[in-house]
């Protein structure tokens, strides 16, 4: 988390960094800064909170400058505050850094550093190692590319770093390790982005940092090295990515925005993919590792949050179609308990940034014990996508709402098509099955579309209704249960109200005592194997005087007979439903947040990108 940006070239700094900072804040929105080089000087302003609050107070003051760095911080060490915001200055004022990831050694270092009496203005790891390394500087007698490059061999943790230095009129170094960095190339200038959004409207040519590599950034030269000072040919990509797809087009949210995306987003993921007229899938990142997934011991998916959520109904899926062991796992825990793991095994790691840290760490120590991995990704080169033996994307286009949503619904349709063309391959499924959900997936774009434009305005007027609620409790079973946690992460995460996703049986050995009057219980009860059994759950809510609010498909009576309020979704084959589910999900907790005067695209003490552990 964390965002961090940086320019170079013969234009005013500071209007590209701070509308670079505007994109990059569903990173983190604790505090903003940007450092400027006058040409003379350092100027460095920071202020806490939303970076329009820094526009204020920068307002009036010194921004005479070509050379900059920006950062828009998610706290880590240190609380929200004018004097932990980045950049910091280095104790002879001399450099400026900014810093996205955590300093792990931070406390060993900075002990070093007092001895040797120097002082600290935060509570960062940044300004310590940024300390480390003018200490470094001053005793080596080096230039601040080599005192970087010495210093990046003691630390421990992940980090990217972007410095400017007095004496550098004209330079910002740079280093990744574990925290995403992209170079944009311009017209004798340079664009430094935790992403390729601060840059997408001055260039299409872009460089992805590796890990262990630093850049000299100068207008017209990007200088590439490892940490062993050895030069390396930058590898310039082109992006596909429209400056339209980042902006709000007219909606009033973000989130709103990428809600009402879904069915293009969900088209785009499925497109020269699925072909339903000739009973084909077709999945390159599938084929270069088939033997692998037929004959695998198990699946292992790996995700955290909603990507993990996608993960669970791919483990139903899966096992239902293709008769393959599946396990899912937080990468979080994953990582740290010793799992076993065999070259038998195939890693599936879903995430839309690419760049969550406990993931990526997960994946590398699982391909470490011989385990082959897939990421399924949304940001093209991001870290996970790179670490992957083979992949795919989903094309959901840039999400910047904090809350993901049109990323989950992609997820599930490529997941759906994994599973499908496993299943073929491995001849797990029959052809008729094959065909009806085939020709079911190619009509859930369509469904997305019916669903948004029929029921925003009666769920608009539900969310009115219950937005005053304590606490919210969210059902389902079977294919449903991942939509019941996912529409609870969702309602919390946007309304602040508390909300437990269960299965809808379990509920009776425990959460059933929470259930009176004042309760809403949300129910994903479309029509499937466990329809009976689902409607008897909703009969022991109503017993107990709970509120009830039931997804339904079009048609079921029963469950609207019994329900307080439903939002309905077309009927489709029950292995698709949840596709179908989480879309009015996703907009009664847009609608409740909004209800409650909340920022859903930046929900407090959240940030996109989960770079740190
Ligand atoms: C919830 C949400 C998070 C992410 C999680 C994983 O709305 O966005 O729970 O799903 O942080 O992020 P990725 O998918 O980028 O690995």
């Not at 390159?284 to 790996?302: C, F, P």
Request: glycine fraction near 8%.
């Amino acid at each position: 988390m964390c965002g961090i940006v940086g320019y170079v070239g013969s234009n005013l700094a500071y209007p590209i960094l701070i509308d670079g900072l505007k994109k990059l804040e569903y990173r983190g929105y604790d505090s903003a800064g940007v450092a400027l080089h006058t040409g003379k000087a350092l100027e460095v302003y920071k202020k806490e909170g939303k970076v329009a609050a820094l526009e204020d107070y920068v307002y009036g003051k010194n921004i005479q400058a070509t050379v900059g760095i920006g950062h828009t911080r998610w706290a880590t060490h240190g609380v929200p505050s004018d004097r932990n915001a980045h950049p910091h200055y280095s104790n002879s004022g001399n450099i400026a850094m900014i810093h996205n990831g955590i300093i792990e050694n931070y406390a060993q270092l900075k002990s070093e550093l007092v001895q040797k009496g120097y002082t600290f203005a935060s509570d960062t790891d940044s300004e310590v190692l940024l300390n480390f390394i003018e200490d470094i500087k001053i005793n080596n007698d080096c230039s601040l590319e080599e005192a970087v490059r010495i210093a990046l061999k003691r630390v421990v943790g992940a980090y990217v770093i972007l410095l400017i230095d007095q004496d550098l009129p004209d330079t910002i170094i740079a280093a990744r390790k574990g925290s995403p960095l992209v170079i944009g190339i311009g017209n004798n200038a340079h664009y430094l982005g935790s992403d390729a959004s601060p840059m997408l409207a001055y260039t299409k040519e872009v460089v992805y940092i590796n890990d262990y590599e630093l850049a000299i950034v100068r207008p017209d030269e990007l200088i590439l090295k490892n940490l062993g000072n050895e030069r390396i040919t930058p590898f310039v990509q082109k992006l596909d990515i429209e400056l339209a797809a980042i902006e709000k087009g007219g909606y009033d949210h973000f989130m709103l925005k990428e809600i009402f995306e879904q069915p293009q987003t969900i088209f785009d993921s499925l497109r020269g993919r699925l072909d339903a007229e000739h009973q084909h899938i077709t999945l390159s990142g599938v084929d270069k590792i088939k033997e692998k997934l037929i004959h695998a011991n198990r699946v292992i998916i790996v995700a955290c949050g909603t990507s993990w959520h996608a993960g669970l109904l791919a483990e139903y899926v899966i096992e239902e179609l293709c008769r393959i062991n599946v396990e899912v796992e937080y990468a979080s825990e994953f990582r740290y308990r010793n799992p076993i793991i065999t070259d038998k095994d195939v890693i599936i790691a879903v995430s839309q940034s690419g760049e969550t840290a406990d993931t990526l760490v997960a994946i590398e120590n699982a391909k470490k014990q011989g385990a082959t991995i897939f990421g399924l990704v949304n940001v093209v080169g991001s870290s996970i996508a790179r670490m992957s033996d083979a992949g795919a994307y989903t094309h959901a286009g840039p999400e910047i709402g904090v809350a993901s949503t049109k990323a989950f619904t992609a997820q599930l349709a490529v997941l759906y098509l994994i599973a499908l063309k496993v299943a073929y391959e491995k001849q797990t499924i029959d052809k008729t099955l094959f065909n009806k959900l085939l020709g079911d997936l190619a009509k859930v774009p369509q469904y997305v579309q019916d669903i948004l434009e029929e029921q925003d305005a009666a769920i608009k007027e539900i969310a009115n209704k219950y937005a005053d609620a304590r606490d919210f409790l969210y059902l389902g079973r079977g294919f449903n249960f991942p939509i019941a946690l996912e529409g609870a992460l969702k309602l919390k995460e946007i309304s602040y109200i508390h909300a437990e996703g269960y299965p809808a049986a379990e509920m009776k050995h425990g959460p059933i005592a929470l259930v009176d009057e004042n309760l809403p219980v949300v129910f994903v009860a479309t029509k499937d194997s466990y329809h009976e059994k689902i409607v008897s759950n909703i009969q022991e809510i109503k017993a107990r005087k709970g509120q009830v609010i039931a997804v339904v498909s079009q048609g079921d009576n029963v469950v609207a007979g019994l329900a307080d309020d439903v939002m309905v979704v077309p009927q489709i084959h029950e292995i698709l439903a949840p596709i179908l589910s989480v879309v009015p999900l996703q907009l009664l907790s847009y609608y409740i947040g909004i209800n409650r005067g909340l920022d859903v695209d930046k929900p407090r003490n959240l940030a996109k990108s989960v770079t740190v552990e």
